[in-house]
C-alpha cells in the first residue's frame, strides 16, 4: 500500500488558540512568518518514506499524535537537571519550550555577547534574523521547518561582537518535563557569530521521563569572516519521544566550524546539519555519535555545500546498534564548479551488537570541480573475536569485554571534542548505556 500525504495539522490540538494568543504580541512581519510556515505546511504535507530524503524513516506515528503546546510549568525532574547543568558556564534553561529565568545562569555575562529570548530577538535584530531566512528562501524548505515557524515563539537568540573571545561554555538546555504530558514544543535558537569572535556553545535537549512527547527544533548559525566556533548538540529524551531538528550553519571567509552531535535516546530521532562554505578558506569538522537499542530509530543526515575555491570539510559518525535499533546515515557532498581545491573527507562507522539491529548508510559525493580531493567511505561489522578472545583470556567475563571494547570505540571519538567541559556532559547523558550492553 502507497503511503498517503498528510497534510493536516490535526496532531496538534490547540494550534487555533495558539495563533490567537501569539500574534496579538509578536511583529507583524513574525506573524507573517508563522503564516507562510503553517501554509507551506499544509501545502507539502508530513514526508513519506517514498521520498529519498525519508527513505528509511517513517514519521507516520508524528501525524498519528495528539500533542498540546507546551505552557510554563515547574519540572519534576529537578534534581537531575541541576545535576546535569554546571555552575561555571552560561546556562540558558528552557522547561518545556519556555525559558525558565530559575534554573538559568546569565550572571556576569561578558561584554559583547548578548543573549536574549526570541521574542526580544525579534525586536532588536530584526534586520539580521530576517536577512538570514531569506538566505534559505526558496531553497526547498521542508515540511520540519514549515513547521518551526509555524509554531514559532519560544527560543534564544546568541549574538557575539566582532572581535569578542568567549571563555565560558555557552549550554543552552531545552529540558521536556513529564508534568505536562504529550505535549509539542518548537524551541527556535538563533546564533550569530561575528568577524575575529571565538565562542563554544552546546545545546542539550534533555528528559528524565518516558513521558511521549514531539521536539520540532530549528537552529540557525551565522559565522562571519575569522569567526570560530565550538558547536555541539546533546540529545537524550524520552524513550516514547519524537525529536525531529534542523540545523543550518552559514560559513563566511576563513571561518572555522567544529561540531559534534550526539543521540543517545528517543523513540524517533532525525537530526539534519546543513553546512554551506560560502566563503574561500572556510573549514567544517562535522563529527557525531548515535547509540541505538531496543526499537529506537535515529536518523542523521548531512548536507556540506561546498561554493568558493581553498574549503575544506571532514565529517566522521559513529553509531552502536543493539537490540532491534535502527539507524540512518545519509552524508552528501556538493562541490560546486567553482570549488576548485576542495578537500573533503567522510566516514561513517558502525558497530552492531545485536541480531535484530540495522543501519542503512549511504554517503554521497556531488562533485562539479576537477582539482579537488574528496573521499567517503562506511563500515558495519561487530565486535573483533580476536579483541573479546584477548579480553577472556585473561579472565574478563564477556558482557564485560563488550562493554570494554564498545568503551573503547565511543572514546575514540569523543576525545576529538577540543572542549574537556563538554564531553563531561555527554559523558554524563552515557553513564547508564554502557551498562546495558551485553
Known amino acids: 500500500m502507497i503511503a498517503q500525504k498528510d497534510n493536516s495539522l490535526s496532531f496538534i490540538v490547540d494550534l487555533d488558540e495558539f495563533h490567537k494568543k501569539v500574534d496579538r504580541v509578536s511583529p507583524a512581519w513574525i506573524n507573517q512568518l508563522r503564516a507562510k510556515g503553517l501554509a507551506r505546511f499544509r501545502e507539502l504535507g508530513l514526508p513519506t518514506t517514498r521520498e529519498e530524503d525519508w527513505k528509511y524513516t517513517n514519521v507516520a506515528p508524528v501525524g498519528q499524535g495528539r500533542f498540546r503546546l507546551s505552557t510554563p510549568v515547574e519540572p519534576i525532574e529537578k534534581d537531575a537537571l541541576k545535576e546535569y547543568l554546571h555552575p561555571d558556564d552560561l546556562n540558558v534553561v528552557f522547561v518545556n519550550g519556555v525559558f525558565s529565568k530559575e534554573y538559568s545562569h546569565l550572571e556576569g555575562l561578558p561584554k559583547g555577547i548578548r543573549i536574549l529570548n526570541l521574542n526580544e530577538g525579534f525586536v532588536h535584530h530584526e534586520k539580521e534574523i530576517a536577512a538570514l531566512w531569506r538566505q534559505y528562501e526558496g531553497r526547498n524548505e521542508g515540511t520540519f521547518v514549515s513547521l518551526s515557524k509555524a509554531l514559532l515563539n519560544h527560543g534564544v537568540l546568541i549574538a557575539i561582537d566582532p572581535k569578542v573571545v568567549a571563555e565560558k561554555l555557552i549550554h543552552l538546555v531545552y529540558l521536556t518535563s513529564s508534568a505536562q504530558g504529550e505535549i509539542v514544543s518548537a524551541p527556535c535558537s538563533i546564533i550569530l557569530v561575528e568577524a575575529s569572535s571565538e565562542v563554544k556553545v552546546l545545546e542539550s535537549h534533555v528528559s528524565f521521563s518516558r513521558t511521549p512527547y514531539l521536539v520540532n527544533a530549528l537552529t540557525d548559525i551565522v559565522m562571519d569572516e575569522d569567526a570560530k566556533l565550538f558547536y555541539g548538540k546533546a540529545q537524550k529524551e524520552s524513550a516514547e519521544a519524537f525529536h525531529i531538528a534542523t540545523t543550518r550553519i552559514w560559513q563566511k571567509r576563513d571561518s572555522q566550524l567544529n561540531s559534534f552531535c550526539l543521540t543517545a535516546q528517543g523513540r524517533l530521532v532525525r537530526n539534519d546539519l546543513n553546512v554551506i562554505l560560502d566563503g574561500t578558506g572556510a573549514n567544517a569538522i562535522l563529527n557525531g555519535l548515535y547509540i541505538v537499542r531496543d526499537a529506537q530509530h535515529v536518523d542523521n543526515h548531512t548536507s556540506v555545500d561546498h561554493r568558493p575555491p581553498n574549503c575544506t570539510s571532514n565529517q566522521l559518525y559513529k553509531g552502536i546498534l543493539e537490540d532491534s535499533g535502527r539507524a540512518v546515515f545519509n552524508g552528501k557532498i556538493f562541490v560546486r564548479k567553482e570549488a576548485q581545491q576542495t578537500n573533503s573527507y567522510q566516514l561513517n562507522k558502525n558497530l552492531l551488537l545485536g541480531k535484530g539491529c540495522r543501519v542503512d548508510t549511504k554517503p554521497q559525493l556531488e ?44 572514546d575514540d571519538i569523543l576525545n576529538m571534542i577540543p572542549q574537556r567541559s563538554v564531553t563531561a556532559k555527554l559523558n554524563c547523558l552515557l553513564k547508564d548505556k554502557f551498562s546495558q550492553f551485553t
Open 367 to 410: 562533485i562539479f570541480a576537477n582539482d579537488v580531493r574528496c573521499t567517503h567511505g562506511a563500515t558495519i561489522g561487530q565486535l573483533s573475536e580476536d579483541e573479546l578472545f584477548y579480553l577472556r583470556a585473561r579472565s574478563i567475563p564477556k558482557d564485560l569485554a563488550v562493554k570494554i571494547l564498545a568503551r573503547g570505540f565511543v
